[in-house]
């Protein structure tokens, strides 16, 4: 069994930054393709950025060029690093990652418990 498990949610002031990780934690296991995503009160889940195994990366325009993704395949963790917050990107934030078990070769998709970012003055 994997687990997936973020961190780093907080409080911060509108143009604040913030780092959230997200580590995946278990055995006999390769961790591919993650998204990072979140859903604000009322509102539907939504992607906010990708990242494969290889580094290849993908981002909605609502946070291009103040969020970067990047990940420690070592760790088996990936990060989310958020600049110039805004109220609007209040959310709940959930890592969702496909995993592949190195023993069955099976690919399954786990979800993280989320962390809250609120960003407020």
């Known amino acids: 069994q994997v687990q997936l498990v973020e961190s780093g949610g907080g409080l911060v002031q509108p143009g604040g930054s913030l780092r959230l990780s997200c580590a995946a934690s278990?055995?006999?296991?390769?961790?591919?393709?993650v998204t990072w995503a979140r859903q604000a009160p009322g509102k539907q889940r939504e992607s906010v950025a990708t990242?494969?195994?290889?580094?290849?990366?993908n981002y909605a325009d609502s946070v291009k060029g103040r969020f970067t993704i990047s990940r420690d395949n070592a760790k088996n963790t990936v990060y989310l690093q958020m600049y110039s917050l805004k109220p609007e990107d209040t959310a709940v934030y959930y890592c969702?990652?496909?995993?592949?078990?190195?023993?069955?070769?099976?690919?399954?998709?786990?979800w993280g418990q989320g962390t809250q970012v609120t960003v407020s003055s």
């Open positions: 969702n990652g496909d995993v592949l078990d190195l023993v069955s070769g099976f690919l399954r998709n786990y």
């Open positions: 278990g055995t006999g296991f390769s961790l591919n393709a």
């Open positions: 990242i494969t195994r290889g580094g290849n990366t």
